[in-house]
């Protein structure tokens, strides 16, 4: 290995150093979430900096002549090309590896994930009670305000819900699985209906006080919304909406207990869609131990993923860092520490905020500081190969190849920024700290420049 490979991976393997020791000082310290949010801003605000000056305002000096005008149009433009694949690649490649457990790295993710999760079941099951006469004539708004005290259960296989003659506890709205509807007759139990996801059981008995109509059984495992008859009737007694609609509804169901009220799928979804938006001001999401769990649970083993998206963050700035040690030593100048600045300032709040998130879903301590070891030594090797892609004076179709390179990783890091770094330090504290230390970080990283 010669020098400049030598210290291209010493440079990578310094600004990469602050991953394990940021997974330290995160499980040993445990930093309130303010002072998470306000360090995470602070490094992405100077690798804001290390971006804008030392790779896309590099593309600009190469591309311009000696009196500022930019005389390779096409120079730049490969690079802003490159930096729109960069992102686009970067952005695919994240959502491939949430989709396996990845997001579990952060809490900011951690929240996008079970929010977008839970408002496509709030949206349903907006669309099924827009099936029931009586909640689609009330103003949404009131629909609304029961979503917080509905809960989900599941059933198993052939497992009754409930049985005809039993005192009615609420209304179920079927999101997952199918179950079968019977009611006894003098030929023996007579199947009504089988129903899936999006259709209701039940809603007599949040209106009358009448034992149940029939049996429901399920046909496979069953995941449901339950409102209890208890949490309606508050509803109804602060509704006189709610309560005016019931009462037109109930004199008709009474006389025909079969299931009434269906619309078509089209109108269901055009009431769903409209209290959307109101339904996001209801899905709130506490990031605690169990949730975090619940969702690893729920990917089986995710480390791999958490692994790989956490590599995914540091391999366009490793290859920078190589291409960054060539371009000084064929220009002659001094390597700027800025861009290392920036990385090492970024990563650090960032492996203590993951590895807080990671101890609370119940991964061990020493497999965290592995895991980010092992990406200090992936960086360095990152930077290594960078200085393998950087011919040592780039001419012709070589400098314009760099510069999409230098594109393609720079494009990848503003995109991990916007999308990872930045909402991960206003889910730590948000408020003004994130915007102030964001600045204060741009400009720690200038100083270093100009020192």
């Known amino acids: 290995m010669n ?13 990469a150093v602050s991953l394990p020791l940021g997974a330290l000082l995160g499980l040993a310290l445990v930093p309130k979430r303010r002072v998470a949010s306000s360090a995470m801003a ?31 149009p096409g120079l730049i433009l490969a690079v802003m090309l490159a930096a729109i694949v960069g992102g686009l690649l970067f952005n695919g490649l994240n959502l491939l590896l949430e989709g396996k457990g990845g997001f579990l790295r952060r809490r900011g993710l951690i929240r996008r994930h079970v929010v977008k999760e839970r408002r496509a079941e709030a949206n349903l099951l907006l669309e099924s009670l827009g099936r029931v006469d009586y909640f689609r004539s009330l103003p949404m708004e009131e629909v609304i305000s029961l979503m917080p005290d509905v809960e989900m259960v599941q059933f198993d296989e052939n497992q009754t819900i409930f049985h005809e003659g039993d005192e009615g506890d609420g209304l179920y709205v079927v999101a997952e699985g199918t179950v079968r509807v019977t009611r006894k007759s003098e030929a023996g139990d007579q199947e009504i209906a089988t129903i899936g996801a999006g259709d209701v059981v039940g809603e007599m008995s949040l209106v009358t006080d009448n034992p149940r109509s029939a049996t429901v059984q399920t046909e ?6 339950k409102i209890p008859k208890e949490a309606f009737h508050e509803h109804m007694e602060a509704s006189p909406n709610l309560e005016a609609a019931i009462h037109r509804v109930v004199a008709d169901r009474i006389k025909n207990l079969e299931q009434a009220g ?31 769990q619940e969702e690893q649970h729920k990917h089986g083993n995710p480390a791999l993923a958490i692994w790989m998206g956490i590599a995914l963050d540091c ?47 119940g991964m061990l301590k020493t497999r965290i500081f ?15 190969i960078g200085t393998l892609l950087l011919p040592a004076h780039p ?57």
């Not at 020098?3 to 600004?15: D, P």
């Not at 490094?43 to 390779?72: C, K, M, T």
């Not at 496979?220 to 919304?225: P, Q």
């Not at 220009?331 to 990671?358: D, K, Q």
């Open 3 to 15: 020098s400049l490979a030598l210290s291209a991976v010493f440079w990578g393997a310094l600004s």
């Open 42 to 72: 602070f490094g992405a605000g100077a690798l804001l900096f290390a971006l804008s000056i030392e790779l896309f305002g590099h593309a600009l000096h190469v591309a311009s002549d000696r009196h500022g005008h930019v005389d390779r």
């Open 220 to 225: 496979s495992h069953v995941r449901a919304w």
């Open 262 to 292: 269906h619309v078509s799928a089209e109108t269901a979804r055009e009431w769903a869609r409209s209290g959307v938006k109101g339904v996001e001001d209801q899905v709130t999401v506490g990031i605690t131990p169990d949730l975090v």
């Open 315 to 361: 391999i366009p700035e490793s290859l920078v860092i190589g291409m960054l040690v060539v371009t000084a030593a064929a220009e002659g100048t001094a390597f700027s520490v800025a861009f290392i600045a920036g990385v090492f300032l970024a990563n650090m709040p960032e492996a203590m905020s993951s590895a807080v998130t990671m101890r609370k879903g």
């Open 370 to 384: 592995w895991m980010w070891f092992s990406l200090c030594v992936l960086t360095a090797v990152g930077a290594y």
């Open 395 to 451: 001419a012709g179709s070589d400098l314009y190849l760099v510069f999409i390179i230098e594109g393609l990783a720079g494009g990848a890091m503003l995109t991990m920024i916007a999308q990872t770094m930045l909402p991960e330090a206003f889910e730590q504290g948000g408020g003004p700290i994130v915007g102030l230390s964001t600045l204060g970080g741009f400009l720690a990283a200038l100083t270093v420049k100009m020192l």
